[in-house]
């Protein structure tokens, strides 16, 4: 691993620099990939870990750098085509399969081996797939269709795939976060063959157990930058969190003045409340003026607790209570009814129209109040919107801004969706990732806005996988992973470190030292 | 789109000067007033995200039973009846759409059908010509030079104009067809305004029925034949998109007129029926394919 095999490395991004709108997502981010190398990619939400991905398989373009795979120089704007052509395949969790074809028609599917006469030879088709399998290691049926496969086969057939197709570079995102030990084992046997053909795989993920077991070289990144690049025998699970979490400063942060007492009785119970493949047996509850955070990744459940209050998730087992008496879930409109509000990071399922104007939106709940004989008085509706619109701090121009919120920033579309709810006076707030893709003065705003409603005596649900933002607005922390919740924190235990610890369950008793009988506590 | 109007009718008048005659041009808005009113009818239902195959039936079903009823029940009732067609049609649309859960493609164009059936059935092929003697004057009449079915077609665009620019259930429609499940929880009742919108849809559909069976002078149960295809362009040239959320009054009155435009200039020009159909065709895609292009300063409906 040495300056003098440059010419031999498969893949050699370089300085690159992405930026969208105001928020610089990689900043000079360096990424080598050698020959057969197994070279994990981690970092928290946001860190840039998929745009560096979008931007080798050229989804996305760079703003600059350089990128050479098998020391060939990639232009400034590739298309994904010609990245693929160039053996660059990505697996993601939704494979590219057509769910309805066998295996052996999904394989062969733009590589069709043709006869003689030209039709297709179904013949070199299915012994060309027993040859894969057999090469990989796996045994697939493979005149089955793609849709009858579990998950983890119908993984492998996508790899499988990509292989027929010429495959000389995997990324892998989250590849096991669908699947048990024994699946994930079968992949990792699968991911060493090709290593040890030389194909180099990249692989992202949350899970610091699987990647102490099959990467030998891992790259951290935090908040675009490029943080460090090691081999994975080098490090501790401990000191790979600390490079991702770093020294806690994230420009801005909200101050959080106490909201709550525990002297009434709590708002929302939860009892018991499970939903298949999603989470099993959370408990917990909100006293009013609390913000309760859920953190997890984004296969840990915690976004599905959220959906569930909103009463978007079916099949849900387990009981809610809100204000004393219980509560059916079961419709997003039993919610609403209830005075719930909820924001997410899809503005369009929280309920924003895209196509109407920011104060479209903030008085489309109430307009009619604004009707003087029939006719909306449109200076009245200005001041009435002007003056919710001041409570998430969404500037006057902005509000009055013709312009369809699709065009607006990721921030102001989360104010303008904040601002419709507040007019409801709601009575709980529900949030799940609401600051993805926000820039950070937004970020902020909406952290403080979300304190603002805590004030009043409002009980908050947080759900995100970003942990800056559960250490910045919430009193009281519920860490979820695999669908369960492992860990609850509160005051000095609700920083970065222990929550990433709790999050990636990097408990490993002998890496931690308990010689002080403290444990995981504050570090 | 005023644009490309301006520019076709410029471009016909300058090659047979006939076009701009006042005889012509009021022969041209004759032609496009039922389109007009089936137009307006289909921007309230697109704006909201659906769409109505069935208008061009209601005109056949309404103009019938105005011819058929007007001799022996005079103009007034036989009137009422004609556009009690229409909304009976429409809320039918609306109920089955709403509560049977299907697309509005695939009811209205249930709609369509059977409604022309009935009305073949009714008539038993051929036209009405039993009509009297004043039955024309609502379709050629005039008032200050300006024909009467005209004046109806400028009174019901105001109104659509008011309704969805003014009125609290008009911004209710734009959001229904941007977002449904949005207005949903928003607190609209999405179900009304759906309905509302097909029954306001039948009623000017009927209106251009008995518009056109005034003007001809009869009912044939083919009149207004293939108009739907028509009045769904002339919304979606003028702004409308098929998805919802998106259209205004005057862009779709620019859209019917660039459809009479065509029709009559191509017309004027000697241009052979045949040669007509296919320009109709490319001039329609063509004008949304520019619309969409210069449309770089969007500004929302409300």
Redesign the interface.
């Known amino acids: 691993m040495s300056e003098s095999q440059g010419s031999a490395e498969a893949v050699a991004m370089r300085g690159i620099c992405k930026a969208f709108g105001d928020t610089q997502a990689l900043r000079s981010v360096d990424l080598l990939l050698l020959p057969g190398e197994v070279h994990a990619l981690l970092g928290e939400n946001g860190a840039g870990k998929s745009t560096l991905i979008k931007i080798l398989t050229g989804i996305l373009h760079r703003d600059a750098g350089t990128i050479a795979v098998f020391g060939q120089e990639i232009h400034r704007s590739p298309s994904p085509a010609s990245i693929r052509r160039l053996g660059v395949r990505a697996c993601y969790q939704e494979f590219d399969l057509v769910p309805g074809m066998s295996v052996i028609d999904n394989l062969a599917l733009g590589e069709e081996p043709r006869s003689r006469s030209g039709a297709l030879d179904h013949g070199a088709a299915a012994a060309r797939a027993e040859r894969v399998f057999e090469d990989i290691g796996v045994e697939i049926p493979i005149r089955k269709a793609v849709s009858s496969l579990a998950v983890a086969e119908r993984q492998l057939v996508a790899i499988a795939r990509a292989i027929v197709a010429g495959l000389r570079i995997l990324i892998l995102d989250e590849p096991t976060s669908a699947l048990n030990a024994g699946e994930a084992a079968r992949l990792f046997d699968v991911i060493r063959k090709l290593a040890a053909r030389g194909i180099p795989v990249v692989y992202v993920s949350h899970r610091l157990e699987d990647i102490f077991e099959i990467s030998n070289m891992v790259t951290v990144l935090r908040d675009g930058l490029h943080v460090s690049t090691q081999p994975t025998e080098n490090l501790t699970r401990l000191e790979l969190i600390s490079l991702m979490t770093g020294t806690d400063s994230t420009g801005r942060r909200v101050t959080k003045t106490a909201t709550h007492s525990r002297n009434t009785k709590a708002a929302l119970i939860i009892d018991h409340l499970s939903a298949p493949d999603a989470f099993t047996d959370i408990t917990f509850s909100v006293w009013p003026g609390e913000v309760v955070g859920i953190a997890g990744s984004l296969d840990s459940g915690a976004i599905d607790v959220a959906s569930t209050l909103f009463g978007r998730k079916r099949h849900v087992t387990g009981s809610v209570c809100f204000e004393g008496s219980p509560i059916s879930l079961k419709r997003?409109?039993q919610a609403?009814g209830a005075g719930f509000a909820f924001v997410t990071e899809d503005r369009?399922?929280?309920?924003?129209?895209?196509?109407?104007?920011p104060k479209?939106n903030i008085?489309?709940?109430h307009?009619?109040k604004y009707?003087r004989w029939?006719?909306?008085d449109k200076g009245l509706e200005r001041k009435g919107v002007e003056e919710i619109a001041s409570h998430v701090r969404l500037a006057p121009d902005m509000v009055n801004a013709?312009?369809?919120?699709r065009?607006l920033s990721g921030g102001n579309q989360q104010k303008v969706l904040l601002a419709?709810w507040l007019y409801r006076d709601p009575k709980l707030l529900i949030l799940a990732e609401p600051t993805r893709g926000v820039d950070v003065g937004a970020r902020a705003d909406i952290h403080a806005v979300i304190r603002e409603i805590a004030s009043r005596s409002v009980p908050v649900v947080l759900a995100s996988s970003d942990i800056n933002e559960i250490v910045d607005v919430c009193d009281r922390v519920l860490v979820m992973r695999r669908g369960e919740i492992v860990d609850e924190l509160t005051g000095q235990r609700i920083n970065g470190s222990a929550i990433l610890t709790s999050m990636l369950g990097a408990a490993d008793t002998d890496q931690v030292d308990t010689a002080d009988g403290k444990g995981r506590s504050d570090n | 789109m005023l644009f490309v109007l301006v520019v076709l009718g410029a471009s016909i008048a300058s090659a047979n000067s006939v076009f701009i005659s006042t005889t012509n041009l009021t022969n041209l808005l004759d032609q496009v007033v039922v389109y007009a009113l089936l137009a307006i009818g289909e921007l309230y239902v697109i704006v909201a995200g659906d769409i109505d195959l069935s208008n061009a039936s209601v005109v056949a079903a309404s103009g019938t039973s105005y011819a058929a009823m007007a001799e022996h029940h005079g103009l007034v009732l036989a009137g009422v009846v004609a556009l009690s067609i229409g909304i009976g049609i429409g809320v039918l649309n609306g109920v089955i759409t709403v509560y049977g859960r299907i697309p509005s493609f695939i009811t209205t164009l249930g709609t369509l059908t059977a409604v022309e059936g009935f009305v073949l059935l009714a008539t038993n092929g051929s036209p009405i010509y039993n009509v009297p003697g004043n039955f024309v004057h609502l379709g050629t009449g005039k008032w200050l030079t300006i024909p009467i079915s005209v004046w109806i077609v400028l009174v019901c665009a105001v109104i659509a104009w008011y309704v969805l620019a003014q009125r609290p259930f008009g911004r209710h429609l734009y959001a229904v067809g941007g977002n449904r499940m949005a207005a949903e929880v928003s607190g609209i009742s999405v179900a009304r305004v759906r309905i509302t919108n097909f029954t306001i849809a039948g009623f000017l559909a009927a209106l251009g029925g008995i518009i056109f069976a005034s003007r001809i002078g009869s009912g044939t149960p083919t009149m207004g034949a293939n108009y739907e295809l028509g009045a769904i362009a002339a919304v979606v040239i003028g702004g409308g998109d098929l998805m919802g959320g998106q259209g205004g009054v005057t862009g779709t009155l620019i859209g019917v007129g660039i459809l009479g435009v065509i029709a009559n200039g191509l017309n004027i020009l000697g241009v052979s029926a045949f040669w007509q159909e296919i320009a109709v065709g490319v001039i329609i895609v063509a004008a949304v394919i520019l619309g969409r292009m210069t449309s770089g300063g969007e500004r929302p409906p409300v």
Do not use: M
């Open positions: 997003p409109e609403v369009k399922e929280s309920g924003l129209c895209l196509n109407l104007s479209a008085s489309l709940t307009v009619e009707a029939g006719r909306i013709q312009i369809p919120c065009q419709k």
